[in-house]
């Protein structure tokens, strides 16, 4: 702990290098009282040497036998050299030596001037050099004191800077002895974990019910912390991700990253891990993978034809119980919900219940009593207003009438209108139980894309009836297809809004995070480096939300193209500048690989549309790299057989069988059976049947050439330009 007496000395300190003269070390006359500075000392001196004479002479009248009359004079000369420094306590020492020759090395102690002379001056010279001793060593003593205070204040201050850094970093911070102890924690980690309890590291885990992402509990030497005290190091890639509980008894996931502490003498002391509270990240990842699924699925539900429900008929409401039913499903899922119903207006215009998810026989049957006692109230009517506006609001059933809803645990729905065409055609609703669920923006612009898809596909399931009921004609699936297409166009834009969002937050993210660590550095290297892991993470799920949205364009390529809106801007270019940057582009992003690229020796111009068909090389290449391994190389060849450029990606992946080849380029085809060696698992089906429309569109040709177990070549050719001489 700081001296007091040095805080009082030192208010600003700055560091003192050991070499310096003690004339540039800071005293206290110049941080302390008006009166401590050296002028005052000059002042004083005689003052205090008259004292002194004082003190003497009464020394004299009381003590005649005491014989060392310097002693005053040397208290003197060490309290001004403490006190007033160097210069101030030698012309002590010089008139306390003038004072003794004056006034007590004469034989008679008289007041009179005597001459020095070189008897009275050897007498005076040990008095002279002790009393010059004296200030020297206080001098220096302060001198070294002060330096030490200053240290300690800084060393103070340093460790106050490091407090406060380490209690505001929003990670949990801990830091364990060699046998699991916790020494030290933030704010962060005490908030996430209830660590007022001390026991075992064994019985704390158990105690937190820590467990892999499946769920499965750890065994103690698969703990993150149990590893990390064995000398491993979790950064980047090697990082654990577990489930524990948290303070208030909830379940966490945490991204764990940590490195050992090692003594002086090499011996491992201790260790700091990192928790990050990946929770929400890890929602919002598996809410967007849910909504691509059920895109998936809705568009398999536009597209593919139902032979069991073309023959079937409905008369109550407008969809078939079975699709209803997968649609709630579908909405229960994505958005995680405890409950989702959907109430479908049937042919008189009420409302009327057709699919309940998360509820039990008996709470189906309650609610739909319920919904039956509110029709006639005032309260449902200005419900059924404010949906047929178009609203999506949280209905506060914990009033009446709702309160009735407390029978089938709910209490705050969120509901979502079916409309179309701004016509009301059923409810979505979902809810959380019976807590007071605080929805956010991105939940509820994903129930509502949910909402506005369902209503596109119950329009589909009309228009489908409706051809039945035709016999199938024309008009009628021209109409299905053009609903099918707006239905791509709406579902890409809904989805681009927490893409977007979600990009946004990770890249301010990552900006912060670089911008902390391009600072001075204030923390220690092992929290450095988990920083820099923590910007590895960020990166990573950039990455990923940049796949997704690649696969939203795809869609909206997809609609364009039945919609005979795909643009081409036609220019001349040169194929070789366009492989090139999408080699090296792919390059950039999957380092991880090897890419050769084989050019011929000059331009090999065409009339094309330059982006199109570098998206044609992006998509060749992507596949390749997907379903190569990392030590397999990906070899791009560009060449001139006669009259067309021939673009080929070659790769060392599982092959296809000539049954598949056939398929490969359709809409939604999708390969079964091939693991993906790298990248993202997630796909449309799409992407190959985009390429061949944009090739043929430029009167060129798609192919590919394979061998199970020997790898794919795809290629396509354009023809060549040759400008008007």
Same mark, same amino acid.
């Given at each position: 702990?700081?001296?007091?007496?040095?805080?009082?000395?030192?208010?600003?300190?700055?560091?003192?290098?050991?070499?310096?003269?003690?004339?540039?070390?800071?005293?206290?006359?110049?941080?302390?009282?008006?009166?401590?500075?050296?002028? %005052?000392?000059? #002042?004083?001196?005689?003052?205090?040497? !008259? @004292? &002194?004479? +004082?003190? *003497?002479?009464?020394?004299?009248?009381? =003590?005649?036998?005491?014989?060392?009359?310097?002693?005053?004079?040397? %208290?003197?000369? #060490?309290?001004?050299?403490?006190?007033? !420094? @160097? &210069?101030? +306590?030698? *012309?002590?020492?010089?008139?306390?030596? =003038?004072?003794?020759?004056?006034?007590?090395?004469?034989?008679?102690?008289?007041?009179?001037?005597?001459?020095?002379?070189?008897?009275?001056?050897?007498?005076?010279?040990?008095?002279?050099?002790?009393?010059? =001793?004296?200030?020297?060593?206080?001098?220096?003593?302060?001198?070294?004191?002060?330096?030490?205070?200053?240290?300690?204040?800084?060393?103070?201050?340093?460790?106050?800077?490091?407090?406060?850094?380490?209690?505001?970093?929003?990670?949990?911070?801990?830091?364990?002895?060699?046998?699991?102890?916790?020494?030290?924690?933030?704010?962060?980690?005490?908030?996430?974990?209830?660590?007022?309890?001390?026991?075992?590291?064994?019985?704390?885990?158990?105690?937190?019910?820590?467990?892999?992402?499946?769920?499965?509990?750890?065994?103690?030497?698969?703990?993150?912390?149990?590893?990390?005290?064995?000398?491993?190091?979790?950064?980047?890639?090697?990082?654990?991700?577990?489930?524990?509980?948290?303070?208030?008894?909830?379940?966490?996931?945490?991204?764990?990253?940590?490195?050992?502490?090692?003594?002086?003498?090499?011996?491992?002391?201790?260790?700091?891990?990192v928790l990050r509270d990946v929770t929400t990240r890890r929602q919002l990842e598996k809410r967007t993978h849910h909504a691509l699924g059920a895109l998936l699925t809705m568009a398999e539900t536009l597209v593919q034809r139902d032979t069991a429900h073309e023959e079937s008929q409905v008369t109550s409401i407008t969809a078939t119980q079975e699709t209803v039913t997968r649609l709630v499903k579908m909405a229960h899922k994505t958005l995680g919900c405890m409950h989702a119903s959907i109430t479908l207006v049937d042919d008189a215009g009420v409302l009327q219940p057709a699919v309940y998810i998360g509820f039990s026989a008996e709470q189906e049957r309650n609610a739909q009593r319920i919904g039956q006692s509110l029709k006639e109230s005032n309260a449902y009517a200005s419900v059924i207003k404010r949906l047929q506006l178009n609203e999506v609001f949280v209905l506060d059933a914990t009033i009446p009438p709702f309160n009735i809803w407390a029978e089938v645990g709910v209490s705050h729905p969120l509901l979502v209108p079916i409309a179309l065409n701004e016509q009301l055609i059923g409810v979505l609703s979902l809810d959380y139980g019976d807590i007071d669920y605080d929805y956010d923006t991105d939940e509820i612009a994903l129930a509502q894309a949910t909402g506005r898809l369902i209503a596109l596909v119950i329009e589909r399931d009309r228009l489908e009836r409706q051809r039945t009921e035709a016999h199938a004609n024309e008009v009628s699936l021209r109409e299905a297809n053009r609903r099918m297409d707006d239905f791509l166009g709406i579902a890409s834009h809904e989805l681009r809004t927490p893409l977007t969002a979600m990009k946004g937050y990770i890249q301010v993210a990552d900006i912060k995070l670089t911008r902390f660590m391009a600072q001075p550095p204030c923390v220690s290297d092992e929290l450095v480096g988990a920083f820099e892991a923590l910007q590895h993470l960020f990166q990573k799920a950039d990455a990923q939300a940049e796949l997704l949205n690649r696969l939203v364009n795809d869609l909206v390529d997809v609609s364009r193209i039945h919609t005979n809106k795909l643009r081409l801007n036609l220019a001349a270019c040169d194929l070789v500048e366009v492989v090139s940057n999408a080699v090296q582009e792919q390059r950039q992003m999957a380092i991880s690989h090897t890419i050769s690229l084989q050019l011929p020796g000059n331009g090999v111009h065409v009339f094309a549309d330059a982006d199109r068909i570098g998206q044609v090389v992006t998509n060749y290449l992507t596949n390749a790299l997907k379903y190569s391994a990392t030590t397999a190389a990906v070899a791009v060849r560009l060449s001139v057989e006669g009259n067309a450029a021939r673009v080929e990606v070659s790769d060392k992946g599982p092959g296809l069988a000539s049954e598949q080849m056939v398929h490969l380029w359709e809409r939604f085809y999708q390969v079964p059976g091939i693991m993906v060696q790298s990248g993202s698992s997630v796909g449309l089906g799409i992407g190959l049947y985009i390429c061949e429309t944009i090739v043929s569109s430029h009167g060129g040709a798609v192919g590919v050439h394979s061998t199970p177990g020997q790898g794919s070549t795809f290629w396509f050719t354009l023809p060549l330009y040759e400008e008007a001489g």
């Open positions: 702990m700081l001296h007091k007496r040095a805080i009082s000395h030192y208010h600003e300190p700055k560091s003192l290098p050991l070499g310096e003269a003690s004339r540039d070390v800071p005293h206290a006359k110049q941080h302390g009282s008006f009166w401590l500075h050296d002028p %005052f000392g000059y #002042l004083f001196s005689p003052l205090l040497v !008259g @004292l &002194g004479l +004082a003190v *003497l002479k009464l020394e004299f009248f009381f =003590l005649p036998a005491f014989h060392f009359p310097g002693a005053p004079f040397f %208290f003197i000369i #060490l309290l001004v050299a403490y006190v007033w !420094g @160097l &210069g101030p +306590a030698l *012309l002590t020492v010089a008139l306390c030596g =003038l004072a003794l020759d004056f006034f007590y090395f004469p034989a008679t102690f008289t007041f009179r001037f005597d001459i020095i002379t070189a008897k009275s001056f050897a007498q005076m010279l040990p008095f002279v050099v002790v009393g010059s =001793l004296i200030s020297i060593i206080t001098v220096q003593r302060e001198t070294v004191h002060k330096r030490v205070a200053a240290a300690e204040y800084e060393q103070y201050k340093r460790a106050s800077e490091l407090e406060a850094t380490f209690e505001a970093i929003a990670d949990s911070v801990l830091i364990f002895d060699d046998e699991g102890n916790i020494r030290r924690s933030n704010k962060a980690a005490r908030q996430l974990f209830s660590l007022a309890e001390t026991f075992p590291l064994a019985e704390r885990a158990a105690h937190f019910a820590v467990c892999d992402e499946q769920g499965t509990p750890l065994l103690f030497e698969q703990l993150p912390i149990t590893r990390v005290l064995k000398g491993e190091v979790l950064t980047g890639t090697e990082a654990a991700d577990v489930q524990a509980l948290g303070a208030q008894g909830q379940k966490v996931q945490i991204s764990v990253t940590g490195a050992p502490i090692y003594a002086v003498d090499g011996r491992l002391s201790g260790a700091v891990v």
